[in-house]
């Protein structure tokens, strides 16, 4: 028995990088049943514990008291290893926005922020530690990247904020997370499996996932354009968020450099794909900073480039985020008459535009502010 527990350890491979734990929440129900087999341990447990992590909400395997007292440690050793442990918590909105920072099984360091509206909780997660692609207004973007995060990692954020609101740890009363944005810290589609895997786990229906409804979630993308065309394919409908933050290929090329191998035109049509592919409107992020990208001229240009795609526009609409101001960063907050007269402008054009409202500024824990510094 000990020796066939053992084993998979000693089948590690011996180089390359260190990997996370593997997880529940990495795996399928199929895969967790194999796994506690290949460790001599009975496969239909497997059920009873993606139960107590995804439905109850329980880590703590004394409550498991459906698991035989004598196995249990074996059986949360095996499926439920710890992935991240909190290292500090800070909170705004009178406790109503709370951002983590989390350390990884490997020292890595990432964030994600809690949001309890009066009528839903928004989860912004991680999907790596840090970012490979250098937007300079971004917070994230001027380290670099340090790794991709696992789905266990990237599902583990979610429910870590779904058990604070159980517990009642969140003023309002206990509650469940049904918006989840991947608007934290990583460039999602450059962690394609990942992500996509972790959208599986929160849509899949209890005891076997979180049970959340696609269009809860929100993915956000700096335009990697064969990712969006694979995304559009999934069958999973999750709204798809564009960062275009400039309608010309020579602005966005300085701010959102990946624009160099996909350009604006390219990028704009692969998101009319996702929107037509998959019968869910496009959201279209553009951050306003201060005499960059917020001239009228270039309010009546997005418009243009967003009907150009060809079809009618009504596949998607524009959110305008007042820039987060990231210390020792050049970029500016636009001036609100500038920001007013960009609205006038894509709204005389048809365009359906709206404000995202910055909860969690003064933390440091709005889009763009999350560096994880320590
Ligand atoms: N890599 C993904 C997710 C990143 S964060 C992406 O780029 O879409 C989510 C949003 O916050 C993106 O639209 C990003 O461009 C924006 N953002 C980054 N820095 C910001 C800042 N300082 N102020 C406001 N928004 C910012």
């Known amino acids: 028995m000990s020796e066939i527990k053992t084993l998979p350890l000693v089948m590690e491979p011996p180089r390359g990088r260190a990997k996370p734990p593997r997880h529940l929440a990495d795996l399928d129900p ?9 460790q001599g341990l009975p496969g239909f447990r497997a059920k009873q514990i993606a139960a107590h992590y995804f439905g109850r909400l329980v880590d703590d395997p004394e409550q498991m008291t459906d698991l035989p007292a004598a196995q249990r440690a074996d059986l949360v050793g095996a499926l439920l290893p710890e992935l991240m442990t909190p290292l500090r918590t800070q909170s705004a909105d009178r406790g109503t926005t709370r951002k983590t920072l989390w350390k990884l099984f490997d020292g890595a360091l990432v964030e994600s922020v809690l949001m309890r509206y009066s009528d839903r909780t928004t989860m912004c997660v991680s999907s790596q530690a840090g970012c490979g692609m250098a937007c300079p207004f971004c917070a994230t973007g001027q380290g670099g990247l340090q790794r991709n995060m696992s789905t266990g990692e990237i599902v583990e954020q979610v429910i870590a904020g779904a058990r604070a609101l159980d517990r009642g740890e ?18 999602p589609l450059a962690n394609y499996r990942a992500v996509v895997g972790a959208v ?16 809860g979630i929100t993915v956000s993308t700096v335009g990697l354009v ?32 990946i624009n160099t191998r996909f ?32 001239q009228a001229w270039r309010a009546d240009l997005l418009a243009d480039v967003l009907h150009g795609v060809g079809a009618d526009w009504g596949w998607g609409h524009v959110n305008l985020i007042p820039l987060n101001e990231v210390p020792g960063s050049q970029f500016t907050r636009s001036r609100d008459a500038d920001t007013d007269e960009f ?22 824990a709005a889009c763009g502010q999350l560096a994880a510094s320590e």
Do not use: C
Not at 30 to 38: C, G, P, W, Y
Not at 202 to 215: E, I, N
Not at 271 to 290: D, G, H, L, P, Q
């Open 343 to 364: 609205v006038r402008r894509l709204e005389a054009k048809g365009i359906s535009t709206t404000i995202r409202d910055t909860r969690g500024d003064e933390i440091d």
């Open 263 to 294: 350009s604006v035109a390219e990028t704009v049509d692969a998101a009319w794909n996702y929107a037509r592919t998959t019968k869910r409107r496009v959201s279209i992020e553009y951050a306003m900073m201060r005499d960059i990208n917020d």
């Open 200 to 215: 599986r786990r929160l849509t899949d229906p209890a005891p076997d996932g979180y049970g959340m409804s696609a269009r």
């Open 226 to 257: 064969p990712r969006m065309l694979q995304l559009a394919e999934e069958g999973i409908p999750v709204t798809l968020a564009l960062s275009l933050h400039a309608p010309d290929d020579e602005l966005r090329n300085e701010l959102v450099p």
């Open 30 to 38: 199929a895969e967790r049943k194999s796994l506690l087999e290949e």
């Open 170 to 187: 969140v003023p309002g009363g206990p509650g469940r997370v049904n918006n989840i944005v991947f608007m934290g810290m990583g460039e």
